[in-house]
């Protein structure tokens, strides 16, 4: 005999359909959310990456832009190096700078910036990412007789593949531009040798994706490069028999040429 449903109610069988129905529906529900958000978390880590790539470079263009070099002794206020380091091509650079320093001195009773700094760049093995490389930014208030030594280092970025910059010599005449950006430039400068500063330099900054894109995949060798091309101040000097005549449009100091 079976026994008739009461108005309104719902037999045991269909109260327990009904609750498989409603925790498909919520598990559907939930992998699409969890799915959702760690496709987001990956997008955010990748966008870092292209983020951080050109905040580098900005970084390290304008230290070289800002280069003194006519006040130091011997000209020893820009030196550069290539060597090999876990694996990579790495360029270890120090300079003298015009940038304002970011840590400040008290002096008579006020914090004091200098705008005059020693600045350098190193990357070392990084501790916590075997095989990658750890990029930090050298600074020192003013500049003493040794403008290669001494100061405070900054992380700058820790999943570092390679780091290296490229100079030239001011262009010979006839040069073009398309052509100079296809030689390769020397590796080294030492402005104490030399006499004199680059014209140009190119920068070539290689990153590893984040540890969260890299999980799973064994021997990971995804990177992201960035490149950019920097004219030094000297690049903006006229040759002598030019660089004549008062300030002024095409004159020393004019639009478009920093005044000396």
Do not use: C
């Not at 598990?27 to 983020?51: F, P």
């Not at 014209?199 to 950019?228: C, K, M, N």
């Amino acid at each position: 005999m079976t026994r008739a449903r009461g108005p309104g109610g719902f037999t045991l069988m269909e109260v327990l359909v009904g609750i498989v129905l409603l925790a498909s529906f919520l598990a559907g529900v939930y992998t699409v959310v969890v799915g959702t958000l760690v496709a987001k978390r990956k997008i955010g880590e990748a966008a870092a990456v292209y983020t951080a790539g050109p905040r580098i470079l900005d970084l390290v263009e304008k230290d070289l832009r800002a280069v003194y070099f006519h006040g130091v002794a011997d000209g020893r206020a820009f030196k550069a190096k290539r060597e090999s380091r876990a694996g990579a091509e790495v360029t270890d650079l120090d300079m003298v700078t015009t940038r304002n320093s970011k840590v400040s001195l008290e002096i008579d009773g006020r914090q004091v910036r200098s705008d005059v700094t020693e600045v350098g760049y190193r990357l070392r093995d990084s501790r916590d990412h075997p095989g990658l490389l750890e990029l930090y930014r050298r600074e020192q208030f003013f500049f003493d007789d040794k403008p290669t030594e001494g100061g405070q280092y900054y992380l700058v970025y820790d999943r570092v593949r390679a780091f290296t910059i490229d100079f030239f010599e001011r262009p010979k005449e006839g040069e073009t531009t398309s052509s100079r950006a296809k030689e390769d430039g020397v590796e080294a400068w030492d402005a104490e040798d030399k006499g004199e500063l680059p014209f140009a330099a190119r920068i070539t900054l290689v990153l590893a994706p984040p540890p969260e894109l890299s999980r799973g995949v064994e021997d990971d060798a995804r990177q992201y490069r960035f490149v950019r091309w920097v004219l030094l101040p000297t690049a903006y000097d006229l040759p002598p028999e030019e660089d004549k005549g008062p300030a002024g449009p095409g004159g020393p100091g004019g639009p478009g040429r920093p005044g000396r």
